[in-house]
């Protein structure tokens, strides 16, 4: 049991250069989530997807594309990298609704993406 | 506009003695608050939460406390033990509105340094 896998660890892009960054989680969780930390700063929610073929905004989704593939994987891409989005990526899931219980979110998260954009 | 705000952004505190790390929010239609912990280069960890219905939830040696009439939560951490030096992020959401039980908002952190 994995628990919330991110792929890659690390990596660095050119101004303008594109990426997909890659989670998976194998506790048939229902809902997936993208973050980004920088700095001195909380985590900041870019987009989730409440549900297996849904998707919705967060706080910060400028700049950014995901796709929900199926309930294991949520990715995040980066169509035209701009030095503003180096930073650590965060993907995270959460019950969320479903099989008659309460309303879940307490989100687990993965190790994290570390991106730099020259 | 920061809505959950951790003032303080580092604290230290003896082994064996209690840790306190607060945390204000300003957004009254939170109802459901947690507390995530993080060492370096590793994802945030669940460590406890509680919904606007109770005052205080425990689980070991971590106790949260709610005081909604004055949005404020608290993590207290006794006894406090060097493996518990980490950031801690408070966060917060609407458990029960839909859409926005799904976001979480967190706090900046706040660097706990148990000193052996």
């Known amino acids: 049991n994995a628990g919330v896998t991110q792929t890659p660890k690390f990596q660095v892009l050119k101004t303008g250069q594109s990426m997909t960054l890659q989670c998976a989680q194998d506790?048939?969780?229902?809902?997936m989530y993208w973050y980004r930390q920088d700095p001195g700063m909380g985590l900041r929610l870019i987009y989730y997807?409440?549900?297996?073929?849904?998707?919705d905004k967060g706080e910060v989704p400028n700049g950014y594309n995901v796709s929900r593939l199926n309930k294991r994987e949520f990715s995040l891409r980066l169509e035209s990298a701009a030095p503003s989005q180096t930073s650590v990526y965060f993907c995270?899931?959460?019950?969320?609704f479903g099989g008659g219980q309460p309303f879940n979110n307490e989100q687990f998260f993965g190790p994290g993406t570390r991106l730099t954009v020259l | 506009d920061q809505q959950v705000k951790q003032n303080s952004p580092s604290l230290s505190v003896q082994e064996g003695r209690i840790s306190i790390l607060n945390c204000d929010y300003t957004?009254?239609?939170?109802?459901?608050f947690l507390w995530y912990k993080k060492y370096p280069a590793e994802g945030p960890t669940f460590l406890i939460s509680?919904?606007?219905?109770?005052d205080k939830n425990e689980d070991g040696r971590f106790t949260v406390f709610l005081n909604k009439s004055a949005k404020h939560l608290s993590l207290h951490i006794v006894p406090s033990q060097p493996g518990d030096s980490a950031v801690y992020f408070c966060?917060?959401?609407?458990?029960?509105?839909?859409?926005?039980?799904?976001?979480?908002?967190f706090g900046k952190g706040t660097k706990l340094s148990v000193i052996p």
């Open positions: 957004n009254s239609m939170f109802d459901y």
């Open positions: 997807s409440a549900s297996e073929g849904t998707t």
């Open positions: 506790m048939n969780h229902n809902s």
């Open positions: 995270a899931s959460s019950v969320g």
């Open positions: 966060a917060a959401s609407r458990a029960y509105s839909g859409a926005g039980s799904y976001q979480l908002t």
């Open positions: 509680i919904s606007s219905i109770k």
